[in-house]
């Protein structure tokens, strides 16, 4: 009915041109992704075996495999999530749903984003300082996956809140009119539909507490380790710092084993997301509204 | 599963693991030191095989990491490639703490040559001039000699890769921590290579550890300055401090020595803990027979 004017056929090609350029970026974000998996399997790939990923490492770290390491990280992250996660929800539903705007939540806030912002390596010299020497824990599991707990906390805080705070305010609304008290509103109504918001910030936890190496190379993680950590409280090898040492600390390593250990790194992250995804995919596919 | 339950379960779950480790185990803590980590690794490694009930966690970080960790009380061994300062010792003794040394090795450098090579001696001066960036030497003639079957008389550098400690040391001791080594020599990734080089290369020159000498290359004689007396490489005169390429690499304890620590520090000394030294390219503290 109307043909297209010049400014109409204009207003198309800028459309196209900043929908293509958009998309163009977008593409470059993904690049070194792609590159650097390509890299590590290519370069790594090879040296993946049974033996690998569950036997111990011999020959001064130069052959053998990393379980020691594997089993290492997977304490670090539990043992560190098992802190925060229950911390940081808990604060993010005061901060939520009972605290008012005053000066004490906007401190509380400020030093939520201050946390957030601090360098790992002082986090480490605080794990050290706090948990090692004064709170007489010692070098050992708990000390590390504390230090990284209260790294990752601001991390849980504030996806915990925002996806509190994405629960419609009708629903507590309709819950109080009900009779129901604060806390039931809460524990019936705003944290079942918040918690694929909260998976999300689990699973940003997940990534950075496995890949970190300085909070845990000096409150417990260990260069080598000749037993698997049996408690909390033990000293364990981890991952990360595997492969720091390896390709800074030991001569004569050959070269597939550092691309191996990382690709094993990763791997675990993209195993451990991939699991947390799948269970927001299916909270979501609960969700109400 | 609700997450609340899921998190009780494994809180009772990681409380169930860590109250079912009750059996008695020894951990010795043993921490510093970047030149003896990887000594430190094989010997906890081995050790494990002599005694499966004492287990040895080896972090390295560094000397001063190492020594820091002793006067803080949270490791039983530092490994240290240098000697307690003063000022950390008396800080180490204001808080109760005694670090007591333990020499476990010597790192001697050799400087290797091909047996055809005429010449005997060398001095330090002289290796820096060969070695460090800007430096005179570049022939043969240059320090006195000729060398057979070696065409135009070039010296051929042999080093080591920048993260050896080896590198680091040797660079320390002939150029002083500034200077640099020139660009050019043949960079090898081990102690054995550098030998096998120098072996097969009549124009070449090398160092590595003295654990690392064949019959087919001959090691000079080392001295401070040009002219001056000059020490072979040896365990004795590396274990004496005549020769001028060697350092004690030590491990502190606090006070001396007892029970599970006293047993790995005699075995770290014993001829099994000496041969792991020697393999891995330092002179042991006095002759051992290994196989």
Redo the contacts between chains.
């Keep these: 009915m109307f043909a297209a004017t010049e400014l109409n056929q204009r207003d198309k090609n800028t459309q196209t041109l900043f929908r293509m350029g958009f998309m163009l970026v977008t593409a470059l974000l993904i690049l070194p992704v792609l590159l650097i998996l390509a890299t590590l399997v290519y370069k790594g790939g090879s040296i993946i075996s049974a033996e690998f990923l569950f036997g111990d490492p011999t020959n001064g770290m130069r052959e053998g495999g990393i379980f020691p390491a594997l089993y290492g990280t997977v304490w670090l992250v539990a043992v560190a999530l098992l802190v925060s996660v229950p911390l940081g929800v808990a604060a993010a539903v005061y901060l939520s749903e009972y605290a008012g705007d005053n000066w004490f939540t906007r401190v509380i806030n400020l030093a939520i984003i201050n946390l957030a912002g601090v360098p790992s390596i002082v986090h480490a010299l605080f794990g050290v300082g706090a948990f090692v020497l004064f709170f007489g824990i010692g070098t050992s599991i708990l000390a590390a996956s504390l230090t990284l707990a209260i790294m990752t906390l601001p991390v849980v805080i504030v996806a915990t809140r925002e996806s509190l705070q994405a629960v419609p305010r009708e629903f507590r609304e309709a819950c109080w009119n009900m009779g129901a008290t604060r806390w039931q509103t809460i524990r019936r109504v705003v944290l079942p539909n918040a918690v694929s918001g909260i998976l999300t910030g689990v699973i940003l936890e997940v990534s950075r507490t496995t890949g970190e190496t300085a909070p845990i190379m000096f409150t417990g993680a260990a260069f080598f380790l000749p037993f698997l950590p049996e408690s909390v409280f033990d000293q364990t090898m981890a991952l990360s710092l595997h492969l720091y040492v390896i390709t800074t600390q030991v001569p004569g390593v050959p070269e597939a084993l550092p691309f191996g250990v990382a690709l094993v790194l990763i791997g675990m992250v993209l195993l451990m997301n991939s699991f947390s995804i799948a269970l927001r995919m299916w909270l979501r596919g609960r969700k109400k509204w | 599963m609700k997450?609340a339950q899921f998190?009780l379960n494994?809180?009772v779950f990681?409380v169930a693991?860590?109250?079912?480790?009750v059996e008695a185990?020894t951990?010795i803590?043993n921490k510093g030191s970047?030149t003896l980590?990887?000594v430190?690794?094989?010997w906890?490694?081995e050790?494990?095989k002599v005694n499966p009930d004492v287990?040895?966690?080896?972090?390295?970080?560094g000397s001063g990491t190492g020594i820091a960790a002793l006067i803080?009380g949270?490791v039983d061994i530092a490994n240290a490639s240098r000697r307690v300062k003063q000022k950390e010792m008396d800080l180490a003794r204001s808080r109760g703490q005694d670090p007591v040394k333990h020499v476990v090795a010597y790192d001697a450098l050799s400087v290797f040559l091909h047996p055809d090579n005429p010449l005997d001696s060398i001095s330090l001066e002289e290796l820096a001039e060969i070695y460090g960036e800007g430096g005179e030497f570049t022939i043969w003639p240059d320090v006195g000699v000729e060398v057979p079957g070696c065409k135009d008389q070039t010296m051929i550098l042999v080093s080591r890769?920048n993260?050896?400690g080896t590198y680091a040391y040797f660079r320390k001791i002939t150029l002083g921590k500034r200077r640099d080594f020139r660009l050019g020599t043949r960079d090898m990734?081990?102690s054995k290579d550098v030998v096998d080089l120098v072996a097969s290369t009549s124009c070449a020159i090398g160092y590595s550890g003295l654990a690392y000498a064949t019959d087919h290359v001959k090691m000079a004689c080392i001295s401070k300055t040009k002219g001056g007396a000059c020490a072979n490489p040896s365990v004795a005169t590396a274990s004496d401090g005549s020769y001028p390429i060697a350092r004690p690499l030590m491990m502190y304890t606090d006070g001396e020595p007892a029970g599970e620590i006293k047993n790995y520090m005699e075995w770290i000394l014993s001829d099994a803990g000496q041969c792991i030294i020697l393999s891995k390219g330092y002179a042991p503290v006095r002759d051992v027979k290994c196989d």
């Design positions: 997450p998190f494994a809180l990681s693991v860590s109250s079912m480790a185990r951990l803590q970047d980590v990887n430190a690794q094989a906890a490694e050790y494990r287990a040895v966690a080896v972090t390295g970080g803080n949270t890769q993260n050896s990734h081990g």
